[in-house]
């Protein structure tokens, strides 16, 4: 057994916190190896310093046997480590070609040789199943397909060693199938891969070894073959985790938002909500099963003031708030867990404190006779909700933009969750969050519910939605192609209607008909 990469006892301190204590690393050449662990646990910091973008305060690391220093990430990718980030590093405005070989260009004069690149990209998408156009711009492409300029980037670079930190976590569920289907690629040309997820089945699907992470140490390394899916979560997170949400049946009562032949257009024109007709009562989840892209991120701006509408009207709690700025939307009851943390739900320079009291800034007890700021008011909520909601480390001074991926996603649904609104829309409410913390946030969801919010569930997840949902209606093209009670759901029907098959085609007995095991 050949070892491509050895980290050895590395320990990374950040003031107050060990992000790495003592953790070593074993990589078999060409396998696949996952890394997992809570949010914060040390992860994407084990990955930072082996890429060169943070320095150890201790451990060594040894690459093909050699022992190594990686000062910066051009010393990674001369040894030919590659990576993939939790939030990509693309030009927008430049094609797919021209990002492929930014920073090392085939030169040939002083010109860059861009017909080169773009051989040197059709080559290498081939050879790995990586389809992407070379001359598109990444502007217009969707985030699946910037991943895997990203991953083209690093093997132009000549990775043989791929680290991919949360890949999936960004992707739709067929994505994720296309992403595996790669990295199995990649394994078979002899390919290394370091494999950081928060999904248990992908873990068991794809990779060879996994290593736990838990709170800055690890837990230990297992022979995929040898752990299941209860075996990681506990590992993961220290306890046995509920994989299933617990819950009563919905007592739903008025309606609380409503949305009236409601159509949006996006900047370009194009119709993305096409008339739609939707009803969420105190006391329910109205899940939103759909593709990505087919209008759910458009419904949700729109509900929420950050996109307008084009026609048709929306009601909360019986008032017109179609012409409601966002703040006014706040204060009549809405609550918002937007899909996109960094864009709409955080300022990430600004302190956890004050992130947790975003749009409610102005108000009482966190202003004083309407201009001072009451720093006393804002710790206090601050200690309270990091607590509650368990955001690791819990420094409410600490900027957003320190906190790891997931607990920052707690933060927004500490902010949102605690006003207790009327209407609660939920949008990819647990998008790179770990397991421990998925359970958590789902329970917040259904107490939410039971205290009397209608929440309005958008989700990439079909398990999320089955598991939350008391309604759910399909989104197709822009428009509800049918709404239903949970309890008839399945995945295959849900499946199904979100690829455009209309209801009267399902045929329940295709499913039911036989069993997977009397088949096989
Ligand atoms: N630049 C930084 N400055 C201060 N603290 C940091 C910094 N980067 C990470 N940390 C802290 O180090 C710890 C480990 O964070 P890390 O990002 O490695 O976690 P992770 O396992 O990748 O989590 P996630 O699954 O949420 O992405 C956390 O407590 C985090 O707040
Ligand atoms: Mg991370």
Do not use: W
Not at 248 to 258: G, R
Not at 363 to 368: F, I, S
Request: aromatic share 4%.
């Amino acid at each position: 057994m050949k070892h491509i990469l050895q980290m050895k006892h590395i320990t990374k301190r950040f003031p107050g916190v060990v992000a790495n204590d003592q953790i070593s690393l074993d990589v078999i050449d060409g396998e696949i190896h996952a890394l997992v662990g809570e949010n914060g646990s040390g992860k994407s910091t084990l990955m930072n310093v082996l890429y060169g973008l943070y320095h150890a305060d201790e451990g060594e690391i040894f690459v093909r046997g050699q022992r190594t220093k990686i000062e910066e990430p051009r010393d990674a990718i001369n040894l030919h480590i590659g990576m993939v980030f939790q939030h990509f590093m693309l030009v927008e405005p430049l094609t797919v070609a021209e990002n492929v070989i930014l920073g090392s260009e085939i030169r040939q004069g002083v010109k860059v040789d861009y017909k080169k690149a773009v051989a040197e990209v059709q080559r290498l998408s081939k050879e790995y199943g990586l389809q992407v156009d070379p001359h598109a711009k990444i502007q217009d492409i969707s985030v699946g397909q910037q991943q895997r300029v990203e991953i083209l980037k690093a093997l132009y670079r000549g990775a043989e060693l791929l680290i991919l930190d949360e890949p999936s976590a960004v992707l739709t569920p067929q994505e994720v199938e296309d992403l595996i289907e790669v990295m199995n690629n990649l394994k078979a040309q002899g390919t290394s891969i370091i494999f950081i997820t928060h999904k248990i089945k992908e873990v068991l699907a794809v990779s060879d070894n996994v290593t736990v992470l838990r709170r800055g140490k690890k837990v230990g390394t297992k022979a995929t073959k040898d752990t299941d899916e209860r075996d990681l979560a506990e590992m993961m997170v220290g306890r046995d985790v509920l994989l299933q949400v617990e819950k009563t049946p919905a007592e739903p009562k008025d309606v609380v938002f409503a949305a009236k032949d409601l159509s949006i257009k996006d900047e370009r024109g194009s119709e993305r909500v096409r008339g739609i007709d939707l009803e969420v009562r105190s006391g329910e989840v109205l899940g939103i099963a759909g593709v990505e892209g087919n209008g759910q991120s458009q419904l949700v701006e729109a509900i929420a003031g950050l996109m307008s509408i084009h026609r048709g009207k929306l009601q909360l709690n019986g008032s017109d708030i179609s012409h409601r700025t966002p703040l006014q939307r706040k204060r009549s009851g809405l609550g918002y867990v937007p899909e996109d943390r960094h864009r709409r739900g955080l300022i990430l320079d600004y302190s956890v404190a004050d992130n947790l009291i975003l749009g409610f800034h102005g108000e009482e007890p966190y202003v004083r006779y309407k201009v001072l700021r009451n720093d006393r008011a804002i710790q206090d909520n601050a200690i309270k909700l990091v607590e509650s909601y368990d955001v690791r480390p819990p420094e409410p001074n600490y900027k957003a933009a320190s906190l790891s991926g997931g607990n920052q996603q707690k933060v927004v649904v500490a902010r949102e969750f605690t006003r207790t609104p009327s209407f609660l829309i939920c949008a990819q409410p647990t998008r790179g969050v770990d397991i421990g913390a998925i359970e958590f946030i789902h329970q917040q969801i259904i107490a939410q519910r039971d205290q009397g919010a209608g929440v309005l569930l958008v989700s990439a997840e079909l398990d999320e939605i089955l598991s939350l949902s008391d309604r759910i209606a399909v989104m197709y093209n822009g428009k509800i192609v049918t709404t239903m009670d949970a309890a008839d759901a399945t995945e295959k029907k849900l499946g199904f209607l979100m690829l455009g098959g209309q209801p009267e085609d399902y045929s329940e007995a295709e499913e039911g008909g036989i069993p997977d095991e009397v088949e096989s």
